[in-house]
């Protein structure tokens, strides 16, 4: 037993070292990628839908706010408590939290809203000229972003406006009585699953009825074809469906995937403090999960240029320009 705590520890405190490399890092990557992505995607070259453009600038937008708020406000002064001492006189933690977790959950329900668009733009052709059009995109947009602010109202009345820098789930400086109170266990529970398990089953649903019905129609379709022409030939609409998939499936995966240890870990904390004891969790588990879930908010930009031709060829000619202005100066 004091073997695996000393092995837990060890771990834990590797992590965090490397937490205070890997942290400023994405903070310094994480702004201006997700604002180039922005830009990128607003000049409209891309060759997206504008429905599509416009959920995909919302979570690059959503993944810019939780890089500024959650990291660069939150985990950075946590490992670096010593300077940023000064931040125990600010006392508006509990605010910062509303608006910390109402970011995360719109980033988290803007990619299944996304989701739920190409279900409905591949599976379901009678609601597609209803449903995937930019009134609605920005109605879905909208009401995700309200009711994501609703929801974290909560935590303003969970946590005291003192900040408490401590390497915890919780940032803020808990107003007394609540960690032994099962009311506000609940509430926290719910959270959890809210943001993120209904999400998670909701994209895995979404997605497996989008490939179910993607492989019926392309042998329909092929079938069709090569009937009718008697040979196969290219076929730009599965070319193009082809592509949206791809977008769509890379980006659920590396949510799923990134948010999975984050998810677990704060479900079975929160059982646990309501009485669920079941297999205790090493610290470290939470440690990557932090990681992981911030990652997330970095990896986006780089799915779309490994996956759409017009968005890498926008993104080459952004990272080329600075450069050819500088040589430009340096010729002058």
Known sequence: ?????????????????????????????????????????CRGKCGLSKCVTYYLVAMAAA?????IIDLILRHIPVLYWKQFSFVYDIHVCNIHAVVLYATTDCSVWFTVSFTFDR????????WKDKYCTVKITLVVLGTVTVLSCLKNVFWYYMLSPRYWLINFPWFCEVRSGVMESQFW????????????????????????LTIRHVLVSSRARRRL???SSGESMRDPEMESRRKSIILLFVISANFMLLWTMFMVYSIWWRMWVLGYESVRFPDFV?????????????????IYAVTQTRFREQLMLVVKYPIAVFVKSIKR
């Open 119 to 126: 279900f409905v733009a591949i599976c379901c052709q009678k």
């Open 63 to 67: 993944d810019l706010l939780v890089v």
């Open 225 to 227: 074809r090569n009937h």
């Open 286 to 302: 939470l440690e990557m999960g932090f990681m992981l879930q911030l990652l997330s908010c970095c990896t986006n930009t780089c």
């Open 1 to 41: 037993m004091a073997k695996s705590l000393s092995l837990n520890g060890q771990i834990t405190n590797f992590l965090i070292e490397f937490q205070e490399v890997l942290y400023p890092t994405l903070a310094v990557i994480g702004v201006p990628i997700n604002l180039v992505t922005i830009v990128i995607l």
């Open 185 to 208: 266990a609940t509430i926290e529970f719910l959270h959890n699953i809210v943001t993120p398990c209904v999400p998670f089953i909701l994209i895995l649903f979404l997605n497996s």
